[in-house]
């Protein structure tokens, strides 16, 4: 579910929202392939897939090109993350687009997210606020150790648990490092004569392959593997990790009294 089909509440299963940037909506598959399925729709099926866990709706409100200053300073979580009734659960996964467009994003990137939480609290005092490190996206580690300390060290200092995603993205890309990225290439930047192999995947003025079909022939150009954006691969891993996470956490849910029953 993404915020054009939201609900004010989800009759009798536990709400689970996602916030995040483009990594999180996945705008480019999502336009290539609408059906999905999506991220949203794998941790649903994912979690329902288990047998023993209760009913989850998972609300997609990931946005391209956002960051948390952004999210709260245009009035887009006023509108469409406030009002939100009964959520259980809140991934919080940004940090990514800070690196150009906030200043001295390394310190106040936290204070932002710190900030994002308290708003969270207040909003939705029953719901479990869970910060997010980034997925394996930058080519630089050494940044994105730093960005996830910044995470860490915001989250420690408002008692919350880190989900710590960055080590199964790392681990996944060091196995097939093009296998979990889309390539997104500017037509006009292709050699004329493979204009009309990749008619196809035209997308406006830019070819769009979401997964490795058009590489022995254009792999060589350079910027070809640029794009680090998920593809369809890519939301699998982040959508597994996110069921692992959130599965215990659901058991512990129900191990409690007048938790919501089991999905059968």
């Known amino acids: ?4 089909e939201l609900k004010a509440e989800v ?9 995040g940037d483009s ?5 480019v598959p999502r336009s290539v392939r609408p059906e999905g399925p999506h991220l949203e729709d794998i941790i649903r099926s994912l979690l329902k897939a288990q047998g023993d ?8 409100l990931g946005q391209d090109g956002e ?5 709260l300073d245009s009035g887009r979580y006023d509108k469409e993350v ?12 940004y940090g990514l687009n800070e690196i150009n467009k906030r200043e001295d994003y390394l310190e106040n990137y936290p204070k932002d997210l710190r900030e994002l939480v308290a708003r969270l609290r207040k909003d939705h005092p029953s719901a479990v606020i869970i910060p997010m490190t980034l997925i394996a996206y930058l080519r630089n580690d050494e940044m994105s150790e730093k960005i996830n300390e910044g995470v860490k060290k915001a989250a420690q200092e408002e008692g919350l648990a880190v989900f710590d ?4 993205s790392h681990a996944a890309r060091q196995v097939t490092p093009q296998g979990y990225n889309y390539r997104r290439f500017p037509l006009a930047q292709i050699p004329e004569v493979y204009h009309e192999l990749v008619e196809p995947f035209r997308v406006g003025d830019h070819v769009v392959v979401l997964d490795n079909e058009l590489d022995p022939l254009l792999g060589d150009l350079p910027g070809w593997y640029s794009d680090e954006h998920p593809n369809f691969a890519g939301y699998q891993i982040i959508g597994r990790e996110t069921a692992k996470y959130l599965a215990p956490l659901l058991r512990e849910r129900m191990a409690k009294p007048g938790a919501a029953p089991a999905d059968k």
């Open 82 to 93: 406030a009002p939100l009734k009964g959520v259980d659960y809140i991934f919080v996964r």
């Open 23 to 27: 990594t999180t909506i996945g705008s």
């Open 67 to 71: 960051y948390i200053r952004r999210l």
């Open 1 to 4: 579910m993404i915020c054009s």
């Open 11 to 19: 009759d009798g299963k536990v709400q689970v929202v996602l916030l």
């Open 53 to 60: 866990l209760p009913a989850c709706e998972v609300i997609n």
């Open 165 to 168: 995603i960055f080590p199964a």
